[in-house]
């Protein structure tokens, strides 16, 4: 589920969990409207099919399958690990642990009444073992099983675990628990996963004590296999994200290369992403890669979801934090907000990665925005079960010379004219029309024009995005305006000039400085510049050099 950041802002984090409202034991979670805009309070709905979170709005919302939405809970803390029940007649979540200084609480609601059972739990993770819900308690030596009726099980481990054990994800006939390993035998930051049946016998996912970076664990919609997202950076400004699965009583697991197609190379995110989404669909998953919002800008297309089923991938869209699939056709996107991090209210920053609008697409295909500052959302598992195989989508390819700059503004008509015919002979390897458009050029571009290597080069330069200049545009715009692949800075990169670097391969600058993140900006050689000549005229001037 959404994380909040920690690091830097914990101290901001304990303050908002002070501030949120508080919710008694067995209080009514039903019966008034989501305030993201739904159903007016008392009107009919269907069963429930998706689940989602509004941290800010402290509630849980439900949807049916035509996209009705009510209240399902108040929140009295950030929810952590919402889940639903194999058979979608309850939730379970645990109170985040930096969002409750009084200790934290496992709340589970029957979806039918609205009835929701809190129960003050010292635990961590949460996951449905059958229809009881599952959790392990902080000193990793019993498992807690919560069922229906109120009452509560302990069941001691066979094994004791650590400290930081933490139930990952839920199953048919046992729990996965995530268990820290010790840091002089395996590194920072890596588990072990064991599985815990109901009598509390603990085996190890076969080899044992084989290590892996844990973030989040989902169980399969047939409670047989489980995925999980890691992040083997163990939280510092790198990071090697990838999705992960098991199968319950079978050795070992699958670990897919990560994607090394257009989408991501563009997105440039083939040397370092987190997963920022995950969901079970069908038989196969829905998987999410981006940025990182503590380190690294994080425009829409930086996010590229793919599908993977039998260790292949299939790129889906960009834009989205995360996509979930249902039966019939319904779908759910977490969309990524146009221009995050600045825009966003103070407490919007202290979640990670980012909070956005939540678009429900029903059978018929109509979509439409469920709620607002949406942080999760998940299917139940018959709607998960359910799900088609995505169909997808082309990769993203550049044609022509772009309309925008490297800051999103229109490029002049008359430079931009230029420039296509620049390409267009240049693409045709039409030497001799080249030698024409640069009559005004310097020597050393003359010259590269003569190879092949040369045209093919300018061919690149020009799918870039130009940079506006006092009299007239230089591609890449990198040329004219640096860029930091760091958040919140004067000169932070848009989304135009990271897929330039990543175009045109720009390595990242020998020094940072004044920044902290790498600063990107090209070679002498990566510069051509159009500038506007007496009379308004277009003219080709070779080379760019501030």
Same mark, same amino acid.
């Given at each position: 589920?959404?994380?909040?950041?920690?690091?830097?802002?914990?101290?901001?984090?304990?303050?908002?969990?002070?501030?949120?409202?508080?919710?008694?034991?067995?209080?009514?979670?039903?019966?008034?409207? $989501?305030?993201?805009?739904?159903?007016?309070?008392?009107?009919?709905?269907?069963?429930?099919?998706?689940?989602?979170?509004?941290?800010?709005? +402290?509630?849980?919302?439900?949807?049916?399958?035509?996209?009705?939405?009510?209240?399902?809970?108040?929140?009295?803390?950030?929810?952590?690990?919402?889940?639903?029940?194999?058979?979608?007649?309850?939730?379970?979540?645990?109170?985040? @642990?930096?969002?409750?200084?009084?200790?934290?609480?496992?709340?589970?609601?029957?979806?039918?009444?609205?009835?929701?059972?809190?129960?003050?739990?010292?635990?961590?993770?949460?996951?449905?073992?059958?229809?009881?819900?599952?959790?392990?308690?902080?000193?990793?030596?019993?498992?807690?099983?919560?069922?229906?009726?109120? +009452?509560?099980?302990?069941?001691?481990?066979?094994?004791?675990?650590?400290?930081?054990?933490?139930?990952?994800?839920?199953?048919?006939?046992?729990?996965?628990?995530?268990?820290?390993?010790? &840091?002089?035998?395996?590194?920072?930051? *890596?588990? *072990?996963?064991?599985? $815990?049946?109901?009598?509390?016998?603990?085996?190890?996912?076969?080899?044992?004590?084989?290590?892996?970076?844990?973030?989040?664990?989902?169980?399969?919609?047939?409670?047989?296999?489980?995925?999980?997202?890691?992040? %083997?950076?163990?939280?510092?400004?790198?990071? %090697?994200?990838?999705?992960?699965?098991?199968?319950?009583?079978? !050795?070992?697991? *699958?670990?897919?290369?990560?994607?090394? %197609?257009?989408?991501?190379?563009?997105?440039?995110? !083939?040397?370092?992403?987190?997963?920022?989404?995950?969901?079970?669909?069908?038989?196969?998953?829905?998987?999410?890669?981006?940025? =990182?919002?503590?380190?690294?800008?994080?425009?829409?297309?930086? /996010?590229?979801?793919?599908?993977?089923? =039998?260790?292949?991938?299939? /790129?889906?869209?960009?834009?989205?934090?995360?996509?979930?699939?249902?039966?019939?056709?319904?779908?759910?996107?977490?969309?990524?907000?146009?221009?995050?991090?600045?825009?966003?209210? !103070?407490?919007?920053?202290?979640?990670?990665?980012?909070?956005?609008?939540?678009?429900?697409?029903?059978?018929?295909?109509?979509?439409?925005?469920?709620?607002?500052?949406?942080?999760? /959302?998940?299917?139940?598992?018959?709607?998960?079960?359910?799900?088609?195989?995505?169909?997808?989508?082309?990769?993203?390819?550049?044609?022509?010379?772009?309309?925008?700059?490297?800051?999103?503004?229109?490029?002049?008509?008359?430079?931009?004219?230029?420039?296509? +015919?620049?390409?267009?002979?240049?693409?045709?390897?039409?030497?001799?029309?080249? +030698?024409?458009?640069? %009559?005004?050029?310097?020597?050393?571009?003359?010259?590269?024009?003569?190879?092949?290597?040369?045209?093919?080069?300018?061919?690149?330069?020009?799918?870039?995005?130009?940079?506006?200049?006092?009299?007239?545009?230089?591609?890449?715009?990198?040329?004219?305006?640096?860029?930091?692949?760091?958040? &919140? *800075? =004067?000169?932070?990169?848009?989304?135009?000039?990271?897929?330039?670097?990543?175009?045109?391969?720009?390595?990242?600058?020998?020094?940072?400085?004044?920044?902290?993140?790498?600063?990107?900006?090209?070679?002498? @050689?990566?510069?051509?510049?159009?500038?506007?000549?007496?009379?308004? !005229?277009?003219?080709?001037?070779?080379?760019?050099?501030?």
């Amino acid at each position: 589920m959404n994380r909040r950041v920690t690091w830097p802002r914990r101290a901001a984090a304990l303050l908002l969990g002070a501030a949120l409202l508080g919710s008694g034991c067995d209080v009514p979670g039903g019966g008034d409207d $989501a305030s993201s805009g739904g159903s007016a309070p008392g009107a009919a709905h269907g069963a429930p099919v998706l689940a989602f979170v509004r941290p800010l709005a +402290r509630e849980i919302v439900l949807a049916d399958a035509v996209g009705r939405t009510w209240r399902g809970a108040r929140l009295r803390a950030a929810a952590d690990d919402v889940r639903w029940s194999p058979d979608g007649a309850a939730l379970a979540w645990i109170d985040d @642990e930096n969002d409750s200084p009084g200790g934290r609480r496992l709340h589970r609601l029957d979806v039918a009444t609205g009835r929701e059972r809190t129960t003050p739990c010292p635990c961590r993770g949460v996951g449905f073992l059958g229809d009881e819900a599952a959790t392990v308690t902080t000193d990793g030596d019993a498992l807690l099983l919560f069922a229906a009726d109120g +009452r509560v099980r302990r069941a001691a481990l066979s094994t004791t675990l650590g400290d930081y054990a933490t139930v990952a994800a839920g199953g048919r006939g046992a729990v996965t628990i995530a268990d820290l390993l010790p &840091e002089e035998e395996a590194g920072r930051g *890596q588990y *072990q996963l064991v599985a $815990a049946d109901r009598s509390g016998t603990v085996r190890p996912f076969l080899p044992a004590r084989a290590p892996t970076s844990f973030q989040e664990g989902l169980a399969s919609p047939d409670g047989r296999r489980i995925a999980w997202r890691s992040s %083997d950076s163990g939280g510092a400004c790198w990071h %090697d994200g990838n999705a992960l699965l098991a199968t319950y009583g079978e !050795k070992g697991r *699958q670990e897919p290369e990560r994607p090394a %197609d257009a989408a991501t190379t563009r997105a440039l995110l !083939k040397d370092r992403a987190s997963v920022t989404g995950l969901a079970w669909a069908g038989e196969g998953l829905t998987v999410t890669f981006g940025p =990182d919002l503590g380190c690294q800008a994080v425009p829409p297309e930086r /996010f590229v979801s793919y599908y993977l089923r =039998d260790g292949r991938w299939s /790129f889906i869209g960009s834009g989205m934090r995360a996509v979930g699939y249902g039966a019939e056709g319904r779908a759910a996107r977490l969309l990524v907000p146009e221009r995050p991090g600045r825009r966003q209210e !103070k407490d919007e920053r202290l979640y990670f990665p980012v909070l956005g609008d939540l678009e429900f697409t029903d059978r018929r295909g109509e979509r439409r925005v469920l709620g607002s500052r949406v942080s999760a /959302f998940v299917f139940t598992p018959a709607e998960s079960a359910k799900a088609a195989v995505p169909d997808p989508v082309a990769q993203p390819e550049r044609i022509g010379v772009a309309g925008t700059t490297d800051r999103g503004e229109p490029v002049p008509a008359h430079l931009r004219a230029l420039a296509q +015919r620049i390409r267009d002979a240049a693409e045709a390897d039409d030497a001799a029309r080249l +030698r024409a458009l640069c %009559d005004h050029c310097d020597d050393e571009t003359q010259a590269a024009l003569r190879t092949a290597d040369g045209r093919r080069q300018m061919v690149r330069l020009l799918s870039s995005h130009p940079g506006r200049t006092e009299n007239g545009i230089v591609f890449p715009g990198l040329a004219a305006h640096r860029c930091v692949d760091e958040p &919140e *800075q =004067d000169i932070t990169c848009t989304a135009e000039q990271l897929h330039d670097i990543a175009l045109l391969d720009i390595p990242a600058a020998d020094s940072s400085e004044p920044y902290g993140g790498q600063v990107y900006e090209p070679e002498l @050689e990566q510069r051509l510049q159009l500038r506007s000549g007496s009379g308004g !005229k277009a003219l080709w001037v070779g080379r760019y050099g501030p």
